[in-house]
């Protein structure tokens, strides 16, 4: 044996089984925004390459449901599923379940801000403004 508790050689098919969830997740929804609707389980295990049981599929598209980042609907004796939110919306799904996995929240943010952009630092500030209701929300919803 290679030293590999999952028994396989790196890279290759065997890589496919050890994505984290996240990235799962990730290619999930991906797949789901390329769908020209609604889409079923088997639908996503074959535009993912198929190298994903349809038992872990449908795990996936269950965890998804439960994170509110997919809706589901019944058509028969199966679900078919959509993307909750656009791609900007699944960014930001994905950006706070970095920051919720992290320990040290204030940290992770003081680093993030601090490695912006001074145009996007003041779009920051813009969007925080128009949230909160502070000064310049009303006046800065033309942008």
């Known amino acids: 044996m290679n030293g590999d508790p999952f028994g396989g050689h790196p890279g290759g098919r065997d890589r ?50 439960a994170k509110k980042a997919v809706t589901r609907e019944r058509v028969g004796r ?21 920051l919720d996995s992290e320990s040290d929240r204030d940290a992770v943010l003081a680093s993030f801000v ?9 779009l920051l500030r813009t969007l925080l403004e128009r949230a909160t209701g502070g000064p310049g929300a009303a006046e800065s919803s033309g942008d």
């Open 16 to 65: 496919a089984r050890r994505r984290g969830q996240g990235e799962l997740e990730a290619q999930v929804l991906a797949a789901l925004h390329h769908s020209p609707g609604p889409a079923t389980a088997a639908w996503v295990q074959d535009h993912l390459g198929g190298d994903l049981a349809y038992t872990t599929v449908m795990t996936i598209l269950s965890r998804l449901h």
């Open 78 to 98: 199966s679900y078919v599923w959509t993307p909750a939110a656009d791609e900007a919306g699944l960014a930001a799904l994905r950006m706070r379940r970095v």
């Open 114 to 122: 601090s490695a912006l952009s001074a145009q996007d630092e003041q």
